[in-house]
């Protein structure tokens, strides 16, 4: 099909306007050849658009599935007017200010900033390839960062634009990414110190331009560096074309470069510079526009300074540079007159320049550089002429002293910029091995103004050049991609600028004339001129102006550009005299000055060009230098600028030709820089000039419409047959319908993966998929129309049929029931006839007879009503006379009372007049208000005083009412005798009496009534005031409680809000400390993998390892870091060295008093006294022992005493056991039979305790008899050898011994009967117990077998479990009791050899009968014998009464930390007690509590936390390791809590638990080292579950599509790797992630907290995708996307229910966000629905809102549209919901995907027994460990 037959009516097409540039319209009818008829859309105006070129149509507008695209290639129609308005609709619709057009970056400056340049912007194009997400200079930067990776060669980005068009934040924006992907933090050292340079480089090369307030007047090219690993090893930086002539000059609205600016600004600050106000200044005030609005130009200054000092230029060279800087504006102030200010006036003027004397700015000058003033005057005005034979000295003129002075001033500032640009290349060099780099070239864009000189010459000779490195690295793209599909193609013709390249560059180019030219003594720019029209006119690209001779044209790709030749010869030279530069470099007070000259002498004899990248990687001795200052060339001739510029230029681009280049081009959408505005007619012409419209032209040439099968099918599938579909072969059906609509083969070719389309094909295509749709709508309308109008007809039939059948049915029935109601009339007429006149009978009848009687009654009544008249006449007139005689009475009486109440109103109504008046006066007011007063006061005096006489009544009215019952009583008497005594006369006296006493009471009491009545007014009077008082006065209070409830709530609500402030800026500060322990991790580890050499010997404790380090030294230090106590070495004074006087110390000797060690120093001395006191009264008590041992009789007794009260207490510890187990039977499931044995077995052991005691008792008794033997025996010796000493025989003289021996014999033979009846009856009782014993012991091993089988099942539930270990620790101790009888039986033996001692003693006094004591059956049981308790097979060793402690040698401390952390297993970790190395460990640490070896807890500590470290470092992709050793640092930490003696953590420690508590150390610091570690371990724990997630979020939430099509042709196909990787895989991550924290006993809190973060995570992750997606936005892909995470709500429920519903309730939450982003997809968008969607989206924001809209793309074009009045609305109603606090973080686009909730670690108490725990045999730590 050809062009010309697509413009048909309908079509819609682009015309020419003079301002808009372009214009849609609608073409009104088809094309008929040379007219085209075509309607303006805006206007409705018909326009006739002539055709003289049939090739030159109007260009067609992209249908609109197409508009808005973020390749400008993958346009139907490839043209200007479709790549303007694409852009248009991005930028000002939907705010997007990047889009691709091929491999070209556009960036439109929005001139507002936009929250898109995160750290969580940069993780999210991390690993994306270039268009998976939206255009971004994070996108290019990412694919040059990639393209380094896999390709191992150089990557360059260019970003040019003109002024004001943002390149240099672009170049930032990439910096900043290269730094984040490539260190190990968000920003490393070497982007500080490259965003260090920023203010430098701005202050020293950056100026206000009439285009720009910050305009760059330099290019850059900064070289990233990466070594062998891709991270960033250093940078440098190279620049081009300072414009120096910006130094002395300035046009119009424009300044100078910032720098001086400043440093007027601080002037006051460095008054030995001699500054003033800019405006004073001669090179600052040419431009008129000093100030920038919104710019302090002194903290611009301090930020200068900052910089300088961050890049390491010291104080010494800062002063130096501004005392340069301040030369420079002194020497522009310097005054050059045409006559000698100092000659007489009357004396001629020679010609020639002159300074005066006086001239204060040439002094400063010399002052500040210390230099000769003589000197530095003369060659200012003077210049040396050196010919063959002599030097001549001339005067010059003032101009050209002026262009000397000048050209000195640009020297200075051209010399200082390049030193600077070296100074940070020194900073930034480092000396790491540099393998690759990544160069960003800022660089100046094509520019044409009114007036262009020799600085937009080179700028656009610059561009030139890049547009062809451009043109040609685009054209080989294309080639390369048509290449790889395998399509046959045929060259493109492109445009290559290489004619304009020879015209500068030729032998008898551009430069080469000008600098012949400048070679010239005589040279012009009128001469440089002439020479060019002369030698140039044969290049096609040169032009002659029209007009005048000091012009000429250069043909530029983007435009034609005239120049003005005025200064190109002395911008060109640049030259300054040498006696000048020898005189600035004589200078003695800056020794900077002589730097700069030197370095340019040093930079002489090298190439005036930079090798290959190559070569300078390898090569050192090449300086990177500053390439506005380029060195000089070897033979002794100065180069010109031209030169030097040229020989850059060709080194930039022998280095970006040895790179892989990218592009940015910068646009600049209008020139009053207001946000989201587009100037088409301004972006036009950049868009020309940048070589945008160049890529598209290229793309247009070839086959710029591209098209995977798979979409094309997907969309276009409806243009073929049904039967013509083979979905096994998509591209063979794609050919069917190309073939079947495309009828010329050339408009498409086929490639390996796409298909490739000639411009206008796919609008085509387009148009012939609508029409056909139309015409399928159309064949659907008139079948559905069929079928209503068939069905309508088949239900009115039907409907009429019913009516038809009702109605005769109706006719019918109603005939009959005619007949039968004629039939019921007649029977009821015939029957009512009779009735009528039976009754007309009867009522005439009873007619008659009641006339009758009416009659006769009413006569009767006649004559009895008149009778009645008569007398009601009489009595009315009798009422009626005395009614008229007492109404005349009244009406007299009531005249008489109305003249009275007339008189009476008449005076009441003057006196009211007259209290009126006194009334109104105030003293009246007073008087009453006083009076009323005065009534209060002694109403409440009176009040008072009653209540007090009432108190004083109180016992006065007890005593009276004693007294009346007591005259009640003698009344009663004296009545009686009353009545015994009088008579009646005496009775009728009294009575009389009493009758006129009645009678004048009576009148009494009428007077206290009246007088009650008027008191009674009175008072109601009184009360009525009173009353009215207490409303007042009550209102008052109830107005005032009302404001004080008022401000309790105010106060309320501001606590409540301070308090959630609070809550807030605590979870804030929480999480940042976390944040910062997880940046120190991450630089730790940055620190270790950086250094390879082991760590030194000696460890110091430095700040951020306080806590964690041991002591290495060999000495006792002091341990500033904790709070446990030092061991007895410590170097610490003595308590009575410590002076505790609160003055100073007068001498160094006495050392100052720590409270807190002397609180530790007294905690530890009062340790050791209850230590030793404990100690001495063991030894007393032992001594006391021995001592009874050793006089205890020759008997057995104790030795039983002891075995029994043993049995005694383990019985009775077995019974508590018994008892326990008996309560948990339910989950032990002991059966009746064992319960009932265990009762007997109780009940027995109850009895032979009793017996047992009696025994005791009895044993007891025996025991004053074998004391009395011994003291016997010990008299007799101390008797004698008291008396006589040595010479005992003297005792035996008289035969005295031998009467005495013989009565000690007897002695000893009653009591040897005695002993043996004793022991007889001992033995006896003996066996009778060892009889019990023995039938206990069988008793309880039958228990025992019983027990053994329970035990021997495996455990059903928890409970079950516990009580078999339970169990077992029973059985534990039985073995301990059988190693105490063993000891019993030790003691026994040598309680017997000491038996065996006292008989021989009894034998030296003559005793011979007692060994019959020994020939009898020993009662003692052997070893192992009686008392042995054989178990059960639960038994596993044999154990003591543990104290729950591990005891090691301090040098296998290596050997148990590796078996127990490095070489720990989890698969063996899970058969293990979970947390049992942090039992272990923390009884390691109990024992060295014990024995207070601080050092040694210390060093396990650090060991610890150093092996721990380790081994999660070695497998850091584990996340069993990371769950077990998270499991075991919290349990340790639970620990420390738990047995730290803390009050708040003993609420659930049994008695044992508290005694087990730490007694010396205080581990609080490390409780924090393990807290820290613990937090270490969960982020890494987390960020590991984030990197395995992170690969399945995208494919199982946005790409998986449970419906296969229904997302139509913008769904990606699904990557290679991913398949099955729906959200079933992700599912399964999150069980077995589930499955694994359960396995390995992580805390339940802390589990749920990581749910949380994994899900916020999930959230996050794919709403930045989706935010950044287009293909995402969409109806359809948001009922799949919905249909995804009910998944994981799924999942979430069934998983997580054991949590509990607020906990599900608050994961679910979290997912909330992007639900939200779903619902807005799926949710209808016009204007009713603002208000809805608003409250739809609460947990979004304006931004992701309005962001999501602008990215909708109806599913076709019946879809309604979201128009830009909703967003604006949402945008409104979102702003106004959020609020204006200013306090408020600004809003982002994307979600922190980084962020980490806060974690706690609560408490969690255990209640396992430290005693009972055991070493398993799998840790192979026996021989290591032993248990104490």
């Known amino acids: ?377 003369r060659w200012l005005t003077h210049r040396r002429i050196s010919s063959a034979h002599e030097v001549i000295v001339s005067r010059v003129d003032v101009q050209r002293a002026l262009f000397a002075r000048d050209a000195l001033a640009k020297r200075l500032y051209g010399e200082l910029f390049a030193w600077l640009v070296r100074a940070v290349n020194r900073a930034l060099h480092t000396k790491h091995d540099n393998r690759h780099f990544i160069g960003v070239l800022d660089i100046y864009g094509f520019e044409t103004f009114e007036i262009n000189s020799f600085e937009q010459f080179c700028i656009n000779y610059a561009n030139e050049k890049l547009q062809q490195q451009f043109n040609s690295h685009v054209f080989k793209l294309e080639q390369d991609e048509y290449i790889k599909e395998e399509i046959s193609w045929e060259m493109i013709d492109f445009y290559d600028n290489q004619p304009c390249i020879d015209l500068i560059e030729d032998r008898l180019g551009i430069l080469a004339l000008l600098d012949e030219q400048c070679r010239v003594p005589q040279g012009s720019d009128a001469g440089f001129v002439a020479k060019l029209h002369q030698t140039c006119h044969t290049y096609p690209h040169f032009m002659k102006p029209r007009f005048g001779h000091s012009a000429f044209i250069i043909k530029h790709f983007a435009d034609n550009v005239e120049y003005q030749s005025g200064g190109f010869l002395e911008k060109n030279r640049d030259t300054v005299s040498s006696e000048q530069l020898e005189c600035i470099k004589s200078a003695t007070n800056c020794r900077l000055i002589h730097t700069m000259f030197a370095a340019e002498a040093q930079s002489e004899p090298t190439s005036n060009t930079l090798p290959p990248p190559s070569k300078r990687r390898t090569t050192p001795s090449v300086p990177l230098t500053s390439l506005t200052q380029p060195p000089r060339r070897a033979s002794g001739h100065k180069q010109t600028v031209g030169s030097q510029f040229r020989a850059s230029l060709s080194a930039l681009m022998c280095t970006l030709s040895a790179t892989t280049p990218h592009y940015v081009r910068c646009i600049k959408p209008n020139d009053t820089k207001e946000p989201f505005n587009f100037d088409t007619v301004r972006a036009v012409n950049q868009l020309r000039a940048c070589g945008v419209l160049e890529t598209i032209r290229i793309s247009a040439a070839g086959f710029p419409s591209r098209w995977p099968y798979q979409d094309f099918f997907h969309r276009y599938r409806l243009l073929c047959l049904h039967k013509e579909i083979d979905r096994a072969n998509i591209k063979a059906t794609c050919g069917r319908i190309l073939t079947r609509h495309v009828k010329d083969p050339d408009k498409y070719q086929f490639g390996a993966t796409k298909i490739f389309f000639r411009a206008g094909q796919v609008a085509y295509l387009e148009k012939i998929r609508a029409e056909i749709q139309r015409a399928y709508c159309v064949r659907v309308q008139s079948c559905v129309r069929r079928f209503v109008a068939r069905r309508k007809y088949l239900r009115l039939a039907a409907a009429l049929r019913g009516l038809q059948a009702a109605a005769r049915g109706y006719l019918a029935r109603r005939k009959a029931q005619e007949i039968r109601r004629r039939r019921a009339a007649i029977k009821i007429q015939r029957n009512v006839r009779g009735w009528l006149c039976r009754v007309k009978y009867q009522r005439l009848r009873r007619l008659a007879i009641g006339l009758q009687a009416h009659a006769r009654g009413f006569l009767a009544r006649r004559l009895y009503k008149d009778k009645r008249m008569v007398l009601a006449v009489i009595t009315i007139q009798r009422y009626a006379r005395g009614y008229l005689a007492r109404k005349r009475v009244k009406k007299i009486r009531r005249q008489i009372i109305i003249a009275q109440a007339s008189i009476r109103r ?375 050898t008291s008396n006589y000493g040595s010479d005992v025989d003297i005792i035996n003289e008289d035969g005295e011994l031998a009467t005495a021996y013989e009565a000690q014999k007897g002695i000893n033979r009653q009591l040897q ?290 419906i296969s099509g229904l997302s139509g042709p913008s769904a990606r196909p699904p990557p290679a790797g991913s398949l099955g990787a729906g959200p079933a895989r992700l599912k399964l991550e999150l069980s077995a992630t589930h499955d694994h924290l359960h396995t390995y006993a992580v805390d339940q809190p802390l589990r749920l907290m990581i749910f949380k973060q994994l899900f916020y995570y999930i959230c996050a992750y794919s709403l930045n995708q989706l935010l950044l997606r287009k293909d995402l936005c969409c109806w359809a892909k948001g009922l799949q996307i919905r249909y995804n995470i009910s998944h994981l709500e799924t999942w979430i429920k069934e998983h997580l229910a054991e949590y509990g519903q607020k906990s599900v309730e608050e994961i679910l939450g979290v997912l909330k966000p992007i639900t939200q982003a779903v619902q807005l997809l799926q949710a209808r968008k016009s204007m009713q629905d603002v208000q809805s969607t608003v409250d739809m989206c609460a947990n979004l924001n304006a931004m992701q809102v309005c962001k999501i809209l602008n990215m909708y793309t109806p599913a076709e074009e019946y879809e309604v549209k979201v128009t830009r009045e909703f967003i604006h609305e949402i945008q409104k109603k979102m702003q106004e919901k959020a609020g204006t606090n200013p306090d408020k973080e600004p809003q982002n686009l994307l979600m922190d995907s980084k962020m980490i909730f806060s974690v706690q670690f609560p408490f969690n108490p255990s209640p396992i027994r430290l005693e009972a725990i055991e070493l398993p045999e799998v840790l192979e730590l026996d021989g290591l460990l032993t248990k104490i």
């Open 1 to 377: 099909m050809t062009t010309k037959e697509l413009y048909t009516k309908g079509a819609r097409i682009w015309v020419e306007h003079p301002e808009k540039v372009w214009e849609s319209a609608t073409v009104t009818s088809d094309y008929r050849s040379g007219v085209l008829i075509a309607k303006i859309d805006q206007t409705n105006e018909i326009r006739q658009i002539k055709i003289t070129d049939e090739s030159k149509m109007p260009p067609l507008r992209n249908p609109s599935l197409l508009i808005g695209q973020n390749d400008l290639t993958s346009l139907s129609y490839l043209h200007e007017p479709a790549v303007l308005h694409n852009l248009r609709v991005r930028f000002c619709d939907r705010n997007a200010i990047y889009t691709y057009c091929g491999i070209v970056l556009v960036a439109i400056n929005p001139y507002y900033d936009l929250p898109i340049y995160g750290d969580e912007t940069i993780m999210a194009y991390r690993g994306q390839a270039m268009g998976d997400l939206d255009p971004h200079i994070f996108a290019v930067s990412e694919e040059a960062y990639t393209k380094l990776e896999r390709e191992q060669r150089d990557q360059s980005i260019i970003v040019s634009g003109e002024s004001g068009a943002g390149k240099t934040v672009s170049a930032k924006y990439a910096m900043r990414y290269f730094a984040a992907v490539g260190g190990n933090a968000s920003e490393t050292q070497v982007e500080r110190k490259v965003l260090a340079s920023s203010p430098i480089m701005e202050a020293i090369g950056n100026a206000k331009t009439t285009r720009n307030d910050n305009s760059s007047r330099f290019g850059k090219f900064i070289e990233i560096h990466f070594d062998s690993m891709y991270r960033i090893s250093g940078a440098s930086m190279r620049t081009y074309l300072l414009e120096k002539s910006r130094v002395v000059y300035q046009s119009a609205g424009e300044r100078n470069y910032h720098v001086f600016y400043q440093l007027c600004a601080a002037a006051r600050h460095m008054p030995e510079l001699h500054l003033d106000h800019q405006d004073s200044f001669h090179y600052l005030n040419q431009g008129g526009s000093p100030n920038i609005d919104g710019v302090d130009d002194l903290k611009a200054f301090n930020e200068t300074k900052s910089a300088l000092t961050t890049l390491g230029v010291t104080e010494a060279e800062q002063q130096d540079m501004f005392v340069i800087l301040s030369t420079i504006l002194h020497l522009g102030n310097v005054e050059l007159s045409a006559c000698d200010p100092e000659a007489p006036p009357a004396s001629e003027c020679e010609d020639g320049a002159y300074i005066s004397s006086s001239d204060k700015h040439l002094s400063t000058v010399c002052s500040l550089l210390g230099v000769s003033r003589a000197e530095l005057s």
């Open 906 to 1280: 008449f005076l009441a109504r003057r006196q009211y007049k007259r209290l009126r008046i006194e009334a109104r006066s105030l003293d009246h007011q007073k008087s009453l208000n006083k009076g009323l007063e005065n009534k209060i006061i002694s109403l409440q005096q009176k009040l008072g005083d009653a209540m007090e006489k009432a108190k004083g009544i109180e016992p006065l009215l007890l005593q009276i009412a004693d007294l009346k019952a007591k005259l009640e009583i003698l009344r009663h008497v004296e009545s009686e005798a009353k009545s015994l005594r009088t008579d009646i006369v005496d009775k009728d006296n009294i009575i009389s009496s009493l009758r006129e006493e009645l009678t004048s009471e009576r009148d009494s009491n009428k007077v206290l009534q009246q007088e009650k009545k008027l008191l009674q007014q009175e008072y109601e009077k009184q009360k009525k005031l009173m009353e009215d008082e207490s409303e007042k006065l009550a209102n008052e209070l109830r107005s005032t409680k009302e404001h004080y409830d008022l401000a309790i709530e105010e106060r309320d609500k501001v606590h409540e809000q301070e308090k959630k402030a609070l809550n807030a800026e605590l979870e804030a500060e929480r999480q940042s400390r976390q944040k910062l322990l997880s940046a120190q991790y991450e630089l730790q580890e940055r620190i270790d993998s950086l250094q390879r050499a082991p760590a030194p010997k000696e460890h110091r404790r430095s700040l951020s390892d306080a806590s964690n380090n041991s002591q290495q030294e060999t000495t006792v230090e002091d341990d500033y870091g904790y709070g446990s106590v030092r061991s007895v070495e410590s170097t610490r004074p003595a308590l009575e060295a410590v002076n505790w006087s609160a003055g100073t110390h007068n001498g160094s000797n006495v050392p100052v008093a720590d409270a807190g060690l002397v609180l530790r120093m007294r905690n530890r001395i009062s340790a050791l006294q209850s230590e030793l006191s404990r100690t001495t009264k063991r030894a007393n008590d032992l001594e006391e022992r021995i001592m009874n041992r050793h006089s205890s009789p020759p008997t057995n007794p104790n030795i039983d005493r002891y075995k029994l009260e043993e049995l005694e207490i383990e019985n009775k510890k077995l019974r508590e056991h018994l008892d326990r187990l008996r309560a948990a039977a339910d989950s032990v499931l002991v059966s009746k039979e064992v319960i009932e044995q265990m009762n007997v077995m109780q009940k027995e052991l109850d009895r032979r305790r009793d017996e047992c005691i009696q025994l005791k008792s009895v044993l007891t008794n025996q025991k004053p008899w074998f004391q009395a033997l011994k003291n016997v025996t010990v008299n007799l010796k101390s008797l004698a």
């Open 1313 to 1602: 009967e005695e002993l043996i009846a004793e022991k007889k009856f001992y033995s006896e009782h003996i066996s009778k117990s060892k009889a019990e014993i023995d039938r206990l012991r069988e008793e309880n091993e039958k228990f025992q077998k019983l027990l053994s089988a329970d035990l021997s099942q495996e455990p059903k539930n928890k409970s079950q479990e516990f009580a078999q270990n339970e169990i077992i620790r029973l059985a534990s101790e039985s073995l301990a009791l059988q190693e105490r009888v063993d000891k019993l039986s030790e003691s026994c033996r040598r309680y017997k050899n000491q038996i065996r001692l006292l008989v021989n003693k009894l034998k030296e006094v003559g005793i011979e009968d007692v060994n019959d004591i020994l020939e009898n059956n020993d009662p003692v049981a052997p070893p192992n014998a009686s008392l042995t308790l054989e178990m059960a097979p639960v038994t596993r060793k044999k154990e003591r009464e543990y104290l729950g402690m591990f005891e090691y040698k301090i040098q296998d401390e290596g050997l148990i930390i590796k078996k127990l952390i490095s070489d720990l297993k989890p698969k063996v970790a899970v058969t293990l007690l979970p947390g049992l190395p942090a039992y272990i460990l923390f009884m390691m640490l109990r024992h060295m509590d014990h024995v207070d070896d601080e050092p040694k807890m210390h060093q396990l500590m650090k060991a610890v936390r150093t092996a721990v470290k380790k081994s999660l470092k070695k497998r850091a992709d584990s996340v069993e390791y990371n769950a077990l050793w998270l499991a075991n640092m919290l349990r340790l930490l639970n620990n420390l809590r738990q047995y730290s003696g803390d009050t708040i953590y003993q609420s659930a420690n049994t008695p044992r638990q508290n005694q087990q508590c730490l007694r010396i150390f205080d581990l609080s610091e490390y409780r924090q080292v393990l807290s820290d570690i613990a937090v270490w371990i969960y982020q890494g724990l987390i960020h590991l579950l984030e990197r395995q997630l992170e690969r399945l979020i995208v494919p199982a939430i946005l790409e998986h599509e449970e």
